[in-house]
């Protein structure tokens, strides 16, 4: 009912530019629960952003390959999780030059944008890294509550047209949140996009070195 309510994906996945949306994303997988993470997403025809580390692809390259596959986004969360302001310009383009070849060797799509960890970044991490910062305008909180509820309640209080929603796909309530996020999120009209076609659909082409928490109309 909620997929009928909206209506979009179904007619071929084109996104309207004047109609809300947001982007879900999940951060610091791949993990054991990212493929049932993805069934959910494909029940309901919605796409997300996976912002990965390096370190962890390897052991999911079919889970990885299915996100593309099923029209997500696999962007770019470090090798293994560095804070980037104390690290030197030679450890965060290691960091980054890695764990782009990993997700190329799994999907064979480079990542467009990244999430510095911890969401800490300053002037010489944006210059030392030639993609677009995603932030977040949603904080679910989910890796701190661990309540499936909580999650939907944040989603629920603080979403907004053209919000990026943070949460976590190593978490096992998390996985229990998604469903009830999705579903929420669609019999409220949204189209639930990826970060790159959400930044597309309102501004033409996302920027380098720019910082993106949300993008609205």
Same mark, same amino acid.
């Given at each position: 009912?909620?997929?009928?309510?909206?209506?979009?994906?179904?007619?071929?996945?084109?996104?309207?530019?004047?109609?809300?949306?947001?982007?879900?994303?999940?951060?610091?997988?791949?993990?054991?629960?990212?493929? *049932? #993470?993805?069934?959910?997403? &494909?029940?309901? @025809?919605?796409?997300?952003?996976?912002?990965?580390?390096?370190? /962890?692809? =390897?052991?999911?390259?079919?889970?990885?390959?299915? *996100? #593309?596959?099923?029209?997500? &986004?696999?962007? @770019?969360?470090?090798?293994?999780?560095?804070?980037?302001?104390? /690290?030197? =310009?030679?450890?965060?383009?290691?960091?980054?030059? *890695?764990?782009?070849?990993?997700?190329?060797?799994?999907?064979?799509?480079?990542?467009?944008?990244?999430?510095?960890?911890?969401?800490?970044?300053?002037?010489?991490?944006?210059?030392?890294?030639?993609?677009?910062?995603?932030?977040?305008?949603?904080?679910?909180?989910?890796?701190?509550?661990?309540?499936?509820?909580?999650?939907?309640?944040?989603?629920?209080?603080?979403?907004?047209?053209?919000?990026?929603?943070?949460?976590?796909?190593?978490?096992?309530?998390?996985?229990?949140?998604?469903?009830?996020?999705?579903?929420?999120?669609?019999?409220?009209?949204?189209?639930?996009?990826?970060?790159?076609?959400?930044?597309?659909?309102?501004?033409?082409?996302?920027?380098?070195?720019?910082?993106?928490?949300?993008?609205?109309?």
């Amino acid at each position: 009912e909620a997929y009928e309510n909206v209506g979009w994906y179904r007619a071929g996945g084109k996104i309207d530019a004047s109609r809300p949306m947001v982007a879900i994303t999940f951060d610091d997988g791949p993990g054991k629960y990212t493929d *049932a #993470v993805l069934s959910i997403l &494909e029940k309901y @025809n919605a796409r997300a952003t996976f912002f990965v580390q390096g370190k /962890s692809v =390897s052991g999911y390259k079919s889970v990885m390959k299915r *996100a #593309v596959t099923l029209g997500n &986004e696999i962007g @770019n969360h470090t090798w293994s999780h560095v804070k980037l302001t104390s /690290s030197s =310009s030679e450890v965060i383009a290691e960091q980054i030059n *890695a764990t782009n070849s990993a997700v190329y060797n799994a999907t064979g799509v480079y990542p467009k944008l990244y999430r510095p960890p911890y969401g800490a970044y300053n002037n010489a991490v944006l210059s030392c890294i030639n993609m677009p910062a995603i932030m977040w305008s949603v904080d679910t909180l989910d890796w701190k509550t661990r309540s499936p509820a909580k999650t939907l309640e944040s989603v629920k209080r603080s979403t907004y047209d053209g919000s990026i929603i943070l949460m976590h796909d190593i978490h096992k309530p998390t996985l229990d949140a998604v469903e009830s996020v999705v579903k929420h999120l669609l019999m409220n009209k949204f189209q639930l996009v990826t970060v790159s076609e959400l930044i597309q659909a309102r501004q033409g082409y996302a920027v380098s070195g720019r910082v993106y928490n949300s993008v609205k109309p």
